[in-house]
């Protein structure tokens, strides 16, 4: 796959400020992916696509929900979750992207979803942290980012539930699940590390 066609492709997509974002988050997917054993050419290719249908208008997002049989239930949510899975629809079908992994990435980089795989979570949690983000607590959340990519992405959703709570908008159930596994692997991970300290042979891919 040419990888320059498809960087002039995404930056078709979109105004320029949604490109220079794009790019933050390849920058950032790429050092996530580095830094916690991801493949940092996946990583690139979620993170370029990832807000690939941000600007198209809502109506034609809403159209292809509909049409092409994407999750229904979001069209009861707010709109901004729709570009995610509009994304991964245009990435299988204008970029022939096959790779579920990939395509998952860009699927649930807004809401989550239950058992995110590592990929998912470097994907959104690179889309909260970029260099060109700015708002209140994000310099925790980019703090966290280099200890725990679970304790970071909770900040992270901590801060979008607070936000929906604040402006009386609903939450898509999926980033409450995403919340709670998340807060679920934290835990075992610390009760792994309790059990290592005290000499028990016991490991979980996820700590
Ligand atoms: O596309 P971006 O602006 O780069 O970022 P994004 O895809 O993470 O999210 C777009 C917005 O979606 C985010 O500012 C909050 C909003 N949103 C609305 N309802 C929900 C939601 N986000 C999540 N995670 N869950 C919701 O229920
Ligand atoms: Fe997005
Ligand atoms: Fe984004």
Redesign the pocket.
Known sequence: MDLEALREDVRRQMPDKRWR?TLGVAETAVRLAQRYGADPAKAELAALLH?YA?AWPVSRQEQIIREQGLAQDLLD??K??W??HVGAWAAKTTHGIEDEEVLDAIRY????RERMTLLDKII?LA??IEPGRDFPGVERIRALAEKSLEEALVAG?DS??R??LETG????PL?VIARNALLAEIISCSKTSETEASGWQETRSNC
Do not use: N, P
């Not at 908008?169 to 898509?172: L, Q």
């Open positions: 974002h807000d941000k949510y707010d901004e979750l570009h995610a980089h807004t809401s989550g959104c889309d909260y959703f979008t539930i936000h929906l908008k609903r939450i898509y980033t």
